[in-house]
């Protein structure tokens, strides 16, 4: 929602699996909230702590709301729930609205499922996993398509 917890994090799982596998210069990795709550803010540093236990660092991001030009750049962009998905499909050009969908629908038997928001609940580390996981069946995913 407000580009601090979920999102900079997957943000920053996904990186971090792209340049472990040496592929950095074949992606373009931003992620961006649907809400304006935390424009110019750098992730929650509750996220941040978390992903530096696992070897990613967040600092250096910078929350940002989706614009209508992000859905005509990326050729992938993911949700973290139902509620954020539904808002992205409704700014969404209809032509690019292929283009949506879940994080977790990345991993296998997630087909539909929410990343918990840690911003209430605390669940860092269990979001990071669980983001990262994902991230890493994403990256089989595209790379295996590519080849």
């Given at each position: 929602?407000?580009?601090?917890?979920?999102?900079?994090?997957?943000e920053?799982?996904?990186?971090s699996?792209?340049?472990r596998?040496?592929?950095?210069?074949?992606?373009?990795?931003?992620?961006a909230?649907?809400?304006?709550?935390?424009?110019?803010?750098?992730?929650?540093?509750?996220?941040?702590?978390?992903?530096?236990?696992?070897?990613?660092?967040?600092?250096?991001q910078?929350?940002?709301?989706v614009?209508?030009?992000?859905?005509?750049?990326?050729?992938?962009?993911f949700?973290?729930?139902m509620?954020?998905m539904?808002?992205?499909?409704?700014?969404?050009?209809?032509?690019?609205?292929?283009?949506?969908?879940?994080?977790?629908?990345?991993?296998?038997?997630?087909?539909?499922?929410?990343?918990?928001?840690?911003?209430?609940?605390g669940?860092?580390?269990?979001?990071?996993?669980?983001?990262?996981?994902?991230?890493e069946?994403?990256?089989?995913?595209?790379?295996?398509?590519?080849?």
């Amino acid at each position: 929602m407000g580009n601090i917890c979920r999102s900079p994090t997957a943000e920053g799982a996904f990186k971090s699996q792209v340049e472990r596998h040496n592929l950095s210069k074949l992606f373009e990795i931003d992620s961006a909230g649907t809400h304006a709550y935390h424009l110019g803010e750098h992730p929650d540093r509750r996220a941040q702590k978390s992903a530096i236990k696992f070897g990613v660092d967040l600092s250096t991001q910078k929350a940002r709301q989706v614009h209508e030009s992000d859905f005509y750049y990326y050729d992938y962009i993911f949700a973290m729930d139902m509620s954020n998905m539904s808002d992205l499909v409704s700014i969404c050009p209809k032509e690019h609205q292929h283009k949506i969908s879940l994080m977790l629908d990345n991993l296998p038997n997630s087909l539909g499922q929410s990343v918990p928001d840690p911003y209430f609940e605390g669940r860092f580390d269990e979001v990071f996993n669980m983001l990262n996981l994902s991230s890493e069946f994403l990256l089989k995913s595209l790379t295996k398509n590519s080849t």
